[in-house]
C-alpha cells in the first residue's frame, strides 16, 4: 500500500512538472516590453469605419489609435501634463489603443509624451480638446456696480500663459483686478463702474468663447419694472382684486419693488390672497386691453415660449426666511381671466391647468432666504407643468394668448384636502421681487 502510493505522488509530480513547462511554451502571446526608441507614423480613431482619417487632436476620454513602429517600448504616454492608462491587451509593436485622459491638463503643451522602457522621453504634436466654457447663470443679473457676483457654469479654465477673460458687449472687458476668484465652475467678480449694461457677457478661455444666455441688466421683455411706462404713460403693477405694496426703500434694487408677505404663514400654507398674492388680469372697466390694462403678450414677445424662461430679481431677507407654500405662477389667457369678468376660482377650478410651482425652501433644512442680497431667478416656461395641487397639469400652453394676465400667489393648492406639496414650517417671510420678464434662453 505504501509503495502504490508513493508510485501515484511520483506520477502527479511528473504531471505538475509537465503542465508547469508546457504552459512556459503556450504563451506565444504574452506582452513582452522591448527597448529602443518608437516611431509613431499617425494616429487615427478606433472605429473601422474611420480609419482612414488621420487624427492630430481629440476630446477627452476619446479613444484613439497610434499608428507605428515598436510601440512596445513605451511604458507611459502623456498627454499634456495627464498620464493616460495604458492596457497592454490593446498594445502591440505596431498600434496602440489608448483613451485621451479625462482630467483637464494644468499645463498645456499641446502635445503628448512617450516615455520609453529606457525612460526616454519623445514628444509628438497631439492636441487634447477640452470644452469651451459653459454658462448657466450670474447670482444677480441687475448687481449695481460695486457689487460681488457669481457666474457659473463649467470649464472656466485660466492659464497663466492664456488667462480666462470676461467680455460684455463687443468693446469692453472685465479688468483682471475685478475678478477675485476663478474655479472651473464658478467666477466670483465685483461688477466695474464702466460695465456696459444691457449687453451680452462673453467668456473667453484658451479652449474658446462662450456667450452668456442673459445680459447685464438685462431688460428685454420686460413686463414689470414697476417703474418704467411700458407705452409711455402706464405703468403696469398691481391689476385685480389686491393692492400689493409696490415701494422702494434702502434696499430697492433698481426703483419699486413688489412685495409679497410680511404677514404669518402656517406650515401648511394656507390661503392669505390679502398678503400673499399679485394679480395682473388683463383688461379694463370699459372692456378693453387698451391704456394700463394691455394684455401681457402684447407687452413681451411670447413667440417660441418652448425656448423662453420668466425671469425676475428677488430679495428674501435673512430675518424673515420662507419657509413654507410654493409661490404659484400662472398666467392665463382672457378666456380665463380678464379684469372686467374677474374671477380667482380659474386657476383651481380642477381643470389641470398648468403654471410653475417655485419653493426654494424644499430643502434639507425647510428654509430659504438670499442672504440680504437680491438674486436672480429663472424659471423656463417648459416648467410651468404643475395643477394648483402640486400633480402634473393636464393643459398648457397653446397661444401666445395665454400669457395675456399673470398671478403670483404664495400659497398650499389642494383639491379635496389632497395635495402632493409638502408642508414647511410657520413662518414669516418677507419677498420682494422686481424685473419681471421673459427671456429666450439662448
Known sequence: MKVINIKWACMIALATVCVALSSCKDEPD?????????????????????????????????????????????????????????????????????????????????????????????????????????????????????????ITGDYFLDYDNFPLEIAVGSNYTVPRSAISKISKTSITMTVPEDMPEHEKITISSKYGSTKAPFEYKDNRG????????????????????????????????????????????????EWNDGNFAFEYWAG???????????????????????????????????????????????????????????????????????????????????????GDKWVTVTIPFTDFNKDWDGNAAKKKFSTVDDFASLTIFVVTGSYGDKTVIPNGVDCRPIIKIDNIRVVPNK
Open 222 to 269: 420686460m413686463l414689470f419694472d414697476f417703474d418704467t411706462p411700458y407705452d409711455g404713460t402706464n405703468v403696469l403693477g398691481n391689476h385685480g382684486w389686491h393692492n400689493r405694496p409696490i415701494q422702494s426703500d434702502e434696499t430697492s434694487l433698481s426703483g419699486n419693488y413688489l412685495l409679497l408677505g410680511d404677514a404669518d404663514m402656517s406650515a401648511e400654507g
Open 284 to 370: 379694463t372697466w370699459d372692456k378693453t386691453f387698451d391704456g394700463d390694462g394691455p394684455k401681457l403678450n402684447d407687452v413681451a414677445d411670447f413667440s417660441n415660449w418652448e425656448e423662453k424662461s420668466l425671469k425676475f430679481e428677488m430679495l428674501i431677507p435673512s430675518a424673515n426666511a420662507w419657509r413654507a407654500a410654493p409661490m404659484q405662477l400662472i398666467f392665463a389667457g382672457p378666456d380665463k381671466i380678464k379684469l372686467f369678468e374677474a374671477n380667482n376660482t380659474f386657476f383651481k377650478n380642477e381643470d389641470g391647468w398648468g403654471r410653475a410651482l417655485y419653493m426654494p425652501w424644499h430643502n434639507d433644512a425647510t428654509s430659504y432666504d438670499t
Open 30 to 150: 504574452k506582452y513582452e516590453p522591448t527597448g529602443g526608441t518608437p516611431t509613431v507614423y499617425y494616429i487615427r480613431p478606433v472605429d473601422v469605419g474611420s480609419k482612414d482619417s488621420l487624427l492630430v487632436e481629440a476630446p477627452m476620454q476619446a479613444s484613439i489609435c497610434l499608428v507605428g513602429n515598436n510601440l512596445k517600448s513605451i511604458k507611459e504616454l502623456v498627454f499634456n501634463d495627464q498620464n493616460a492608462v495604458l492596457n497592454t491587451s490593446y498594445m502591440t509593436d505596431h498600434t496602440i489603443i489608448v483613451s485621451v485622459p479625462k482630467t483637464i491638463p494644468t499645463v498645456v503643451s499641446d502635445k503628448m509624451y512617450m516615455v520609453t522602457t529606457s525612460n526616454d522621453t519623445i514628444p509628438y504634436d497631439f492636441k487634447v480638446i477640452v470644452p469651451a466654457p459653459t454658462i448657466s447663470s450670474m447670482s444677480n443679473e441687475w448687481a449695481d456696480a460695486g457689487e460681488e457676483v457669481t
